[in-house]
């Protein structure tokens, strides 16, 4: 399972994680906890395979424990669950990663370089490949006033009818300002372009927009978005919030 969030006629998506990656990783011992909610108020209700459950109406909660392991390494382990439109409750399987971030910002201003890899199991009610690799490069820029970042993910499914030594290609873009000392205002655009072998074209090709705010406000720290799919093969409305979890 991935970040990619948009579900098309041939691979399902579990949109536990919208989220674009940036230059913030965790100091050397440094443990840290996220809460990943978002909701799908009008989505895709047509399931693409036989015992999928689909997005719309239903509400999906990932805790996500990070660790610093070294100046520039992070370890990462994310329990997603999902709500569903009749009250069914499932985790829908673990997912593991590591981050590397050789290049970041210094106080705050500057380019950021790495790469985040993820490896994870995922209920066949959910994905059709139920074992899934990510590659998400991480390149960027901010200072106090704008950031930008770009993560041109790469996601192979390990198992299930999908199952290829081709990827596929789900990038994701996010730029905002700060309007506030605690806000930052902008937009993160994600796109799946199915195999890089075969692209899908049309309505086929999922592109959702959303309006993205970041507050950073003493104990609240947190990004909310409004989603809005462009495409057919995108859900229709989508909210999101990853809230920061103080640790003692």
């Known amino acids: 399972m991935t970040a990619i969030w948009m579900a098309s006629p041939v691979h399902a998506a579990l949109p536990d994680e919208i989220q674009v990656y940036t230059g913030d990783i965790n100091t050397p011992g440094e443990f ?3 809460l990943h909610l978002n909701t799908t108020p009008s989505g895709n209700s047509q399931p693409g395979y036989a015992g999928e459950v689909t997005n719309a109406h239903g509400w999906r909660a990932t805790a996500e ?18 709500l569903t439109r009749d ?4 985790v829908t399987g673990p997912k593991v990663r ?11 201003t500057g380019y950021f370089a790495g790469a985040n890899v993820e490896l994870a199991h995922v209920d066949h009610r959910f994905e059709t490949a139920t074992r899934t690799l990510e590659l998400r490069p991480i390149f960027g820029y901010q200072d106090a006033r704008w950031l930008f970042a770009f993560n041109p993910v790469l996601d ?4 299930g009818p999908t199952k290829s030594g081709v990827p596929s ?5 996010k730029a905002a300002r700060t309007v506030l000392p605690w806000l ?3 937009v993160e655009y994600y796109m799946d372009l199915g195999r ?8 086929d090709q999922a592109q959702t927009v959303y309006m993205a705010f970041d507050v950073n406000h003493g104990p609240l720290v947190f990004n909310f978005g409004i989603g809005r799919g462009l495409s057919q093969a995108a859900d229709r409305w989508t909210l999101k919030w990853i809230f920061e979890v103080p640790l003692p």
């Open 32 to 34: 840290g906890l996220e």
């Open 65 to 82: 424990f990070s660790y610093g392991l070294a100046p520039s390494w992070e370890l990462g382990l994310y329990i997603p669950t999902v």
């Open 87 to 90: 009250n069914s409750y499932y």
């Open 98 to 108: 590591v981050k590397w971030l050789p290049v970041r910002p210094v106080d705050g």
């Open 156 to 159: 192979w499914d390990l198992s």
């Open 169 to 173: 290609a789900v990038p994701g873009f």
């Open 184 to 186: 930052r205002a902008g």
């Open 196 to 203: 890089v072998n075969h692209p899908s074209t049309g309505p």
